[in-house]
């Protein structure tokens, strides 16, 4: 493993248990990802993005059936912790997360200072006054004008609340933070100066970001890699440079040219068909059935390619 | 405040409105001001929140406009007033030369059935304990069609309108057991059971799914170029409006800041307050990581008591002192067939 690798997962799987059988939400997962770099994974609804987000931070339900996999962080494997040295020593502290809609999650009747403040003192053993000084120099960061401490979440508007839950991500000076679709609700505008901030913390504070999102134009705003994620694994890994200008896998061909643009000709295509369903996935290749390229090598499970530092899970590279 | 003069291209073929007669203006709107009253205890006057303050626009038979702006920019007061769900405050509507502001009773259903809705969020807009097959039937049972087979024929036209067929398949399922994009297909559906002259198209796709999104916005299109219908599409989003309408208006704090064609506005926006939206719209780019994004400072401003003059000044680059700040913008017409409200293009 390389020395700057913060974090490194190996054949992650969490599978739910549900009434017609098992979902296999995340099914063996890998990637890496470097100290201060951005990977953003993404993929369309239901194939298990934010599945992903809680198999990291095990943020589990109680219908789990299968929790499987090797996520080594710094080095140590975090999955052979227990439940309860998992709380203490790496979530909030090593990992934090903004959830999917995270701005309307916000505590009505706490000041938004102290609701930042909170996870400072509780998993930094910090006092009150450390934590809300911790808290302020986080509002500096996020762009939060300081007598916005006072103030109430429904007092702030939705580009506001939304910079007070990265604060809230911030204040325990993790390594690493997870960011569940940051901007799918906000205004072109907001989402824009979400992005500089998410920019200016990464070059400032030197923070690596895992960026969950289906919106791939956005993501090209703080991805150093890109992770594409189809029916619940990862079928294509590499650089954001080459990825946008030229993506391997045909669904991410697909994907990239589905994207409306505002500038140059080219008319979007959609793809037809839908995702499969993670309950009964198809053996072999799980795009086969909507891919344009398939042939009959599809129906055996393609194995994951390597070239040049990226990672494509598909027969059409195999040499 | 001027009106829109410019080119309407519907069905392809672009007549500029000069030569267009009065008669296939659609809809028409002067001057509309959609006010809300606030109220301090239920009954004290505290002012008004002017959602719309001053749009004026002529939409014509088979032309898309697209409507874009940030929320509570008061796009949706305006099609709420279209819609005849808000009574406007000030100013005038009129649908095929009728005015629309006090229609009652009778005339107001008729209104509304040659006025079709696509609402935002497909799952929100259908009834969870409908089938398809009843959600369809419904706005014709209220809109007289009394005989069943008819109906029948029309749920059948309209589902394969939207491509969902075999109908057979869709008719008794709920909509929990629809994906979003075919749960849209049917508020689609719904909204082309009766035949509309104009379509209120509201972010139609901003809950779909990115590979859902051009094939819904491709099947709108088909169906309007089909059907020579009239669409109004209300949008944040500036990348899907260019494969979907020709002319587009930006608006700002209740008022059009720009009008104009939608190849036009991309090339070349005049507005300072276009720019920052053209601006901070990303298209896939891993360049889009290396630099900053241009973002006009603050925030819009409140609509119960908005700025004076121009209403994005304290916000602007531009802005010149004295001017700017003390009296209100015209539309000016630096190139023909666009329009803008700002002082820089006197």
Redesign the interface.
């Known amino acids: 493993m390389p020395e700057k690798t913060l974090l490194h997962i190996e054949d992650l799987k969490l599978h739910f248990r549900a009434g017609k059988g098992t979902v296999r939400a995340v099914d063996g997962v890998n990637f890496d990802l470097e100290t201060n770099r951005?990977v953003v994974v993404v993929g369309?609804?239901g194939c298990g993005k934010t599945s992903l987000a809680k198999a990291i931070l095990r943020l589990l339900p109680r219908n789990v059936e299968t929790y499987s996999g090797k996520v080594y962080l710094h080095d140590t494997d975090v999955m052979q912790l227990n439940d309860e040295d998992y709380r203490r020593k790496v979530r909030w502290i090593k990992i934090s997360m903004v959830p999917q809609a995270a701005m309307n999650a916000l505590n009505p009747v706490l000041k938004v200072g102290d609701q930042v403040a909170e996870p400072a003192i509780i998993h930094n053993a910090m006092d009150k006054e450390t934590a809300l000084a911790q808290a302020r120099k986080m509002f500096q960061h996020v762009g939060v004008p300081l007598d916005f401490l006072d103030r109430y979440a429904f007092e702030l508007?939705?580009?506001m609340r939304q910079r007070v839950a990265i604060a809230m991500s911030l204040v325990t000076a993790p390594d690493l933070i997870v960011l569940d679709e940051p901007t799918s609700a906000l205004?072109?505008?907001?989402?824009?100066?979400i992005?500089?901030v998410l920019?200016?913390i990464k070059s400032e504070l030197g923070m690596s970001f895992i960026l969950i999102t289906?919106?791939?134009?956005?993501?090209?705003?703080?991805?150093?890699s890109v992770a594409v994620m189809y029916a619940g694994q990862i079928v294509e890994t590499g650089?954001?440079?080459r990825?946008?200008?030229e993506p391997l896998h045909p669904y991410s061909r697909?994907?990239?040219a589905?994207?409306?643009?505002?500038?140059?000709d080219q008319?979007?295509?959609?793809?037809v068909g839908?995702p499969p369903s993670l309950i009964n996935p198809p053996t072999g290749c799980r795009f086969a059935e909507r891919c344009p390229q398939r042939f009959a090598r599809c129906v055996e499970d393609p194995p994951t390619i390597r070239q040049d530092g990226r990672t494509v899970k598909c027969w059409l590279h195999v040499a | 405040m001027n009106t829109m003069t410019g080119t309407a291209q519907g069905g392809g073929t672009a007549v500029t409105a000069a030569e267009r007669p009065q008669e296939d203006v659609l809809l028409s709107v002067q001057d509309l001001r959609v006010w809300f009253e606030l109220r301090r205890f239920g009954f004290g006057h505290a002012g008004y929140v002017r959602a719309v303050d001053g749009v004026t626009f002529d939409l014509h038979h088979s032309e898309t406009i697209a409507i874009v702006g940030e929320s509570g920019c008061g796009k949706s007061s305006l099609m709420k007033t279209i819609l005849a769900l808000h009574r406007p405050t000030a100013g005038e509507l009129f649908f095929e030369g009728r005015r629309l502001n006090d229609l009652k009773g009778q005339e107001l259903r008729l209104y509304r059935s040659q006025v079709g809705y696509i609402q935002q969020d497909p799952y929100g807009a259908l009834a969870p304990f409908m089938s398809v097959q009843r959600i369809l039937e419904e706005p014709q049972i209220i809109n007289g069609i009394k005989s069943r087979s008819e109906r029948e024929a029309r749920i059948r036209n309209a589902l394969e309108e939207v491509k969902m067929s075999p109908v057979e398949d869709f008719l008794p399922k709920f909509p929990h057991m629809l994906s979003g994009g075919q749960q849209q297909r049917v508020v689609i559906a719904r909204a082309m059971l009766l035949d509309p002259k104009l379509i209120v198209a509201d972010e139609p796709v901003s809950m779909l799914d990115a590979s859902v999104r051009v094939e819904i916005l491709k099947l709108l299109r088909s169906l309007q170029d089909r059907h020579h219908l009239a669409v109004i599409y209300i949008t944040h989003d500036l990348s899907t409006v260019r494969y979907f309408s020709e002319r587009i208006f930006v608006m700002y704090a209740g008022q059009a800041v720009e009008k104009s064609l939608i190849d036009d506005l991309i090339r070349n926006p005049l507005h300072p307050y276009t720019m920052a939206l053209l601006s901070a719209t990303s298209d896939p780019d891993a360049n889009n990581a290396t630099r900053f994004r241009d973002v006009p400072p603050g925030e819009p401003p409140s609509l119960v008591k908005p700025p004076a003059g121009c209403r994005f000044h304290p916000r602007c680059a531009y802005m010149m002192k004295g001017l700017c700040d003390v009296e209100e913008p015209p539309h000016f017409e630096p190139e023909p067939h666009h329009l803008v409200a700002c002082w820089l293009h006197r």
């Not at chain 1, 289906?214 to 150093?224: F, G, P, Q």
């Not at chain 1, 008319?267 to 793809?271: G, S, T, V």
């Open positions: 951005a369309e609804s508007s939705g580009g205004d072109v505008l907001t989402q824009a100066n992005f500089n920019k200016r289906h919106d791939i134009a956005t993501s090209s705003e703080l991805a150093d650089d954001a440079q990825f946008f200008a697909k994907l990239m589905s994207v409306p643009r505002l500038r140059g008319e979007p295509d959609f793809i839908q």
